[in-house]
């Protein structure tokens, strides 16, 4: 395996490492717009372990392609990430195979603070039918970050899925592949009294079952549903009905699926 950090422009590469079943890449030097950081010699359909900057969680993922390109981001693109990831001139990047007892743990199955948000191929990965504005802060990828700032919106910790006021908005985690769950954890957005709140959503599952969940005012506490379902491979959040309330804007700041590898 490798790790390499280049620019989009000219490929020239910053920094690289590579190993067999790890890859420690420790550098110095400043992140550029358009740079790049590549983790290649992947197998597909292999679990890894990647943790992309010393701010940012490790990612237990799926992936399913030979390599992976992560667009290092700037500007409004770095609004739902901590202000302190990929700056400073001393970084670090690492790569490995997960274990098998990782793998095969019961655990939060929708976790993935590496998930980018036009990249498809390593899971789990979020994605949805609208994002407010357009906006990073508002994207699908925030919900599944591991951040659990529930209490105001817009700029990290306070990232979430912005629904931009659409009633057919609709949220999709696709794990890539099969696994069984049971339970599902929604935190949804309380910063009152600029948020509204849903009293009803329902989940659709890829076995063709569906869920329909029952939802108060919650302002730190989540939302718990015991739900069992085995061998899915997505699931979907939608028919989302707000509360009787003047705020337009309710918004989902995590969700947390947990489960295990499909037996």
Same mark, same amino acid.
């Given at each position: ?9 000219? #490929? ?50 799926? @992936? ?26 001393r970084h670090i990047v690492? @790569? ?20 980018? #948000? ?6 789990? #990965? ?17 919900? @599944? ?51 509204? *709140? *849903? ?23 989540? #939302? ?5 379902k085995c061998g899915i ?7 989302? @009905? ?22």
């Open positions: 395996m490798k790790i390499s950090v280049y620019n989009d422009w000219d #490929h020239a590469p910053k920094a690289e490492a590579a190993g067999e079943d790890e890859v420690v890449l420790a550098w110095d030097g400043e992140y550029r717009k358009g740079d790049i950081i590549e983790f290649s010699g992947i197998t597909p359909g292999e679990f890894y372990v990647v943790k992309v900057d010393a701010t940012i969680d490790p990612s237990l993922v799926l @992936i399913k392609e030979e390599a992976v390109l992560y667009t290092v981001p700037f500007y409004e693109k770095k609004t739902s990430y901590n202000p302190l990831s990929f700056v400073g001139n690492t @790569i490995r195979k997960a274990a098998d007892y990782e793998v095969s743990s019961y655990r939060n199955l929708a976790l993935n603070p590496f998930d980018q #948000h036009e990249y498809a191929g390593v899971y789990p #990965h979020a994605s949805a039918n609208v994002e407010t504005r357009g906006e990073a802060v508002f994207a699908a990828r925030n919900a @599944i970050d591991g951040v659990k700032a529930t209490l105001s919106h817009g700029e990290w910790p306070y990232e979430s899925w912005g629904i931009n006021r659409q009633d057919d908005a609709e949220f999709t985690l696709d794990f890539g592949r099969r696994v069984d769950i049971d339970k599902v954890v929604l935190y949804t957005r309380a910063d009152f009294p600029h948020d509204n *709140w *849903w009293v009803k959503a329902t989940i659709s599952f890829s076995d063709g079952t569906r869920q329909v969940l029952e939802m108060d005012k919650k302002v730190q506490e989540p #939302h718990v549903f015991e739900i069992k491979e997505w699931l979907k959040l939608g028919e989302l @009905i707000k509360a009787d309330d003047p705020s337009p804007f309710p918004a989902l700041t995590q969700i947390e699926v947990y489960g295990s590898e499909a037996k």
